[in-house]
């Protein structure tokens, strides 16, 4: 029997009703089911009306006659999948302009192409951006409205709660994924689930965004791209492995990044230092998508497997990522690679600072594991203070200014 469904309180929802007291236009974006929709009917209340451009009906009076629209279904208003109508805009923008109040239109989108790139651009200095992903650990468990943003300091176990690490726990964490229904529901068979949702993505979202005729294609592409999360992004040789052209295989990637499915973590780059790799590293958002794209059916044998190291590191640069998306900050993350393979998996960037962390499947993390920290000398930017992501039991430092940060602190 499955498991009642509840709402779990998001990060997300403090920073958004505070700015919801400020701007007149309100926008979440981020890919299907990571619980968009959930959120802000919770946050809106009975007075706010909810139209959803799903049904064929209000999308083609939304797309035809958006003045009617907007007359038929007045603000306050939450107005999900926005990127089917983006012919909205300019009537949303004089909306905004004529009321003058805040918090007006609430808007979801689980895309970001070019109708939704017209946001910013048609109401400039009118709308706020959010960008909603996955359910963090911390959330999934309850502790969503003590988590800031993550930044390694020698002050960390007093800004967050030390959540269960252990390794199979964890393991099992990243089999199901962040995705609200499989997270949420341990009698939901993620298998079952993942299945569903490739159908659907498949279906409802790229058929003609992705211009996919081979839906085939498209699947041994998806499975070719997941093989790879944690890896440095080469193109030809992943439409060499999909068996598609470099060209499709770019534009597919590119619909996978704009719909949330993965995302790119772009190498640190200085003037001071030339031999720097330039290619970006690849990562799924959903560790639960990844694994089935991948055919792991247990944490079991996800935990022992040959991507075993991919996948921590994949699922705890994603709880990073998540913690500053979901504070609404930006996400000013790198990480560092040189000529001589001297690799650093993660930089933090705030005020200026390098905050380097490493991400190691070990409880007992030694110097070597963050000698690459060194490197960053060269870059003439001030280094803060760094970290190595682990399963040790506790904080610890293990070096001045470096510390083994226990995965239950993310």
């Not at 009537?91 to 609430?106: I, Q």
């Not at 200095?125 to 963090?136: D, I, P």
């Not at 609404?328 to 960037?349: H, N, P, S, W």
Request: with cysteine.
């Amino acid at each position: 029997m499955a498991e009642p469904r509840r709402y779990v309180p998001r990060t997300l929802e403090s920073v958004f009703s505070a700015a919801s007291a400020h701007f007149p236009v309100l926008l979440v974006t981020g890919a299907r089911q990571v619980g968009k929709t959930t959120m802000l009917r919770h946050l809106a209340g009975p007075e706010r009306t909810f139209v959803s451009l799903d049904d064929p009906l209000v999308l083609e009076l939304a797309r035809n006659d958006p003045a009617l629209f907007l007359q038929r279904f007045r603000p306050p208003l939450l107005l999900d999948e926005f990127q089917y109508a983006p012919s909205l805009l300019p009537h949303l923008k004089r909306e905004a302009d004529r009321a003058n109040e805040a918090g007006l239109f609430w808007l979801t989108g689980s895309q970001v192409f070019q109708g939704m790139r017209g946001v910013t651009e048609s109401l400039a200095g009118r709308v706020a951006l959010f960008h909603l992903q996955g359910l963090s650990r911390r959330e999934a468990l309850g502790f969503g409205h003590s988590a800031p943003p993550f930044l390694p300091s020698p002050t960390l176990p007093e800004e967050r709660i030390l959540l269960p690490s252990g390794v199979s726990d964890l393991y099992a964490t990243i089999l199901r994924g962040s995705l609200p229904a499989p997270a949420l529901d341990s009698q939901l068979d993620p298998d079952l689930f993942h299945s569903s949702y490739v159908q659907t993505y498949l279906q409802r979202d790229l058929r003609d965004l992705a211009k996919v005729g081979d839906e085939s294609a498209f699947l041994r592409f998806l499975r070719a791209t997941a093989a790879r999360t944690g890896q440095l992004l080469n193109v030809a040789a992943l439409a060499r492995d999909a068996d598609v052209a470099p060209n499709t295989a770019k534009h597919w990637l590119s619909i996978l990044q704009t719909s949330g499915i993965v995302f790119l973590l772009e190498p640190y780059s200085s003037n001071r230092i030339s031999r720097l790799v330039k290619a970006p590293k690849l990562y799924f958002c959903d560790t639960g998508l990844c694994a089935y794209l991948t055919g792991w059916t247990t944490a079991a044998t996800l935990e022992s497997g040959a991507m075993s190291g991919a996948f921590f590191e994949t699922w705890a640069l994603g709880e990073i990522r998540k913690s500053l998306l979901h504070a609404g900050k930006t996400a000013t993350m790198f990480y560092y690679r040189d000529r001589d393979q001297v690799e650093i998996d993660l930089l933090l960037e705030q005020d200026g600072t390098l905050f380097p962390v490493e991400f190691k499947k070990t409880a007992s993390p030694k110097r070597d594991a963050f000698r690459s920290f060194a490197a960053l000398r060269k870059t003439g930017v001030p280094v803060g203070t760094g970290g190595v992501v682990c399963f040790a039991e506790h904080f610890l430092p293990l070096a001045e200014d470096v510390y083994a940060i226990p995965a239950g602190l993310l």
